[in-house]
C-alpha cells in the first residue's frame, strides 16, 4: 500500500475516533422532552404522587408545562394562578402561560413549584442580578427540593442532553441556566421530565383567555395530560 492511502486512511481513523470517543467516555445522553426513570425511591412516601415544576417567568417550554399542569391538576384539587406570556425574544415568544400561585390537593396527588428567574433571563424570579444563574439554580433547587437535587445536578448540570452536543442541558442556553423540568415520584418510582410535555409550537397562535376557555377540548394539551397520568398512582 502507498505512503499516501495509509496516512488517508489514519486520517479517517483518527477522525472516527474523535467523534466517537465522546461516547465511549459517556455513552448515555439525556433525553430532552420525555420522562425517563432517576430512581427507584418513592419520595413521597404515603399513598400520594407528588409533582414538582420547576421553571422560569419567561420560559417558553415552561409555558406550554403549565397548560398541560393545570388542566391535570385541576382534576385533583383547587389552582390559584395568574396568567402571562414568555420571553418576546426568546424561541417561541409570547407563549401563552399559566403562572402557579397555590395549589390545595383534594386527592392523592400533591404538587410544588419553583420559579428561577424572571421573564427575561437577566434577573432571578424576585428581580435579583446574578452572576451566574446556574449556581444560582442548584443553591434555589436544593433548599427547596434537596431529595431531588442531586438529580438535577446530575441530569442537567452534568450529564449531556441529546442532541446537545457533548454539553449538559444546563449550558444549552444563553446564558447558561437551570431549564425548566418535572419531576414526579410516587410508588412507580422517580420520574424527570427535562423541557417540555408538549411542544410550544402548539400554541402558536392561541391566547391566554381563549386557553383558559378551550383547554380541555384541545387535542395536545390533553395528550399532554395523558403522558402525566401514566406516572401518577
Given at each position: 500500500m502507498r505512503t499516501k492511502d495509509l496516512v488517508v486512511l489514519l486520517a479517517v481513523a483518527i477522525f472516527i475516533?474523535?467523534?466517537?470517543?465522546?461516547?465511549?467516555?459517556?455513552?448515555?445522553?439525556?433525553?430532552?422532552n420525555t420522562f425517563f426513570k432517576v430512581s427507584s425511591t418513592d419520595y413521597a412516601k404515603g399513598n400520594y404522587?407528588?409533582?414538582?415544576?420547576?421553571?422560569?417567568?419567561?420560559?417558553?417550554?415552561?409555558a406550554a408545562d403549565?397548560?398541560?399542569?393545570?388542566?391535570?391538576?385541576?382534576?385533583?384539587?383547587?389552582?390559584s394562578f395568574n396568567v402571562s406570556y414568555s420571553d418576546p425574544y426568546d424561541a417561541y415568544p409570547n407563549t401563552p402561560a399559566v403562572i402557579f400561585l397555590n395549589f390545595t390537593p383534594?386527592?392523592?396527588?400533591?404538587?410544588?413549584?419553583?420559579y428561577l428567574y424572571n421573564r427575561y433571563l437577566n434577573a432571578t424570579a424576585n428581580g435579583t442580578v446574578v452572576s451566574n444563574f446556574v449556581s444560582y439554580g442548584l443553591e434555589?433547587?436544593?433548599?427547596?427540593?434537596?431529595?431531588?437535587?442531586?438529580?438535577?445536578?446530575?441530569?442537567?448540570?452534568q450529564k449531556w442532553a441529546s442532541g446537545s452536543f457533548f454539553q449538559p442541558a444546563a449550558y444549552m442556553g444563553s446564558p447558561p441556566h437551570i431549564p425548566s423540568f418535572i419531576i414526579i415520584s410516587g410508588e412507580?418510582?422517580?420520574y424527570m421530565?427535562?423541557?417540555?410535555?408538549?411542544?410550544?409550537?402548539?400554541?402558536?397562535?392561541?391566547?391566554?383567555?381563549?386557553?383558559?376557555?378551550n383547554y380541555s377540548n384541545l387535542s395536545f394539551i390533553q395528550d399532554g395530560v395523558d403522558v402525566l397520568e401514566e406516572y401518577v398512582g
Open positions: 475516533l474523535l467523534l466517537t470517543l465522546p461516547y465511549l467516555l459517556q455513552p448515555f445522553e439525556v433525553p430532552l404522587t407528588c409533582i414538582v415544576f420547576v421553571s422560569w417567568y419567561g420560559c417558553p417550554y415552561g403549565s397548560w398541560v399542569l393545570y388542566a391535570f391538576l385541576s382534576h385533583y384539587g383547587k389552582v383534594n386527592s392523592s396527588v400533591h404538587f410544588r413549584f419553583l434555589a433547587i436544593k433548599a427547596e427540593f434537596p431529595q431531588f437535587y442531586p438529580y438535577v445536578k446530575e441530569y442537567i448540570t412507580k418510582g422517580t421530565l427535562i423541557g417540555s410535555v408538549v411542544s410550544p409550537s402548539y400554541f402558536s397562535g392561541y391566547n391566554a383567555t381563549y386557553l383558559l376557555k
